[in-house]
């Protein structure tokens, strides 16, 4: 029987195996890549065009990334903040008393919830997609936003393991 892996190091394997992935998928695209591609351009040029808006000058640029900013900040806020009250009450099968909504609460909100979240995915695909560096700026805009919504989460949390340097003092102790 193998030994059982604590929830640390199975959160160390799964972020080694999403590093080892994005390299191996990294390594191949740098590459291989068609370097006339316009994917591969950086900043504005007559050949940006999103959503029918050409983004010609770094004025536009500009423009586009704050929209781009406000955009993922309120994706991250809603989907890290609200959708888990949606999700957790509509598909937990071990939930079977709902006492903060009733059936047609629920049933309205999730749905309008999850066709705007399906509106926003059309719009933003086509950023992933258009040009990488409004591809990975879109992403990072996306963890910046993420950092004030786990710590937000995780506020209201309490913890009983003890912090490394407990964990060092105790150690100390049992050394000496």
């Given at each position: 029987m193998?030994?059982?892996?604590?929830?640390?190091?199975?959160?160390k394997?799964?972020?080694?195996?999403?590093?080892?992935?994005?390299?191996?998928?990294i390594?191949?695209?740098?590459?291989l890549?068609?370097?006339?591609s316009?994917?591969?351009?950086?900043g504005?040029?007559?050949?940006?065009?999103?959503?029918?808006?050409?983004?010609?000058?770094?004025f536009?640029?500009?423009?586009?990334?704050?929209?781009?900013?406000i955009?993922?900040i309120?994706?991250?806020?809603?989907?890290?903040?609200?959708?888990?009250?949606?999700?957790?009450?509509?598909?937990?099968p071990?939930?079977?008393?709902?006492?903060?909504?009733?059936?047609?609460?629920l049933?309205?909100y999730?749905?309008?919830?999850?066709?705007l979240?399906?509106?926003?995915?059309?719009?933003?695909?086509?950023l992933?997609?258009?040009?990488i560096?409004?591809?990975?700026?879109?992403?990072?805009?996306?963890?910046?936003?993420?950092?004030p919504t786990?710590y937000?989460?995780?506020?209201?949390?309490e913890f009983?393991?003890?912090?490394?340097?407990?964990?060092?003092?105790?150690?100390?102790?049992?050394?000496?």
């Amino acid at each position: 029987m193998s030994p059982k892996l604590s929830p640390q190091n199975r959160l160390k394997i799964c972020i080694l195996a999403q590093v080892v992935l994005l390299i191996s998928v990294i390594i191949p695209i740098v590459k291989l890549a068609n370097k006339d591609s316009t994917y591969y351009r950086f900043g504005p040029n007559e050949e940006l065009i999103i959503i029918s808006i050409k983004i010609n000058s770094w004025f536009r640029y500009s423009i586009l990334l704050v929209y781009i900013l406000i955009f993922r900040i309120c994706k991250v806020f809603i989907n890290e903040l609200g959708m888990p009250i949606l999700t957790f009450n509509i598909y937990n099968p071990n939930q079977k008393k709902i006492e903060d909504f009733t059936r047609t609460e629920l049933q309205v909100y999730g749905n309008v919830m999850f066709m705007l979240n399906s509106i926003r995915y059309a719009l933003t695909l086509q950023l992933a997609i258009i040009q990488i560096d409004i591809a990975l700026i879109s992403a990072i805009f996306d963890e910046l936003a993420a950092i004030p919504t786990v710590y937000i989460l995780l506020k209201d949390k309490e913890f009983t393991k003890n912090n490394i340097r407990d964990e060092e003092v105790t150690l100390l102790k049992t050394v000496n």
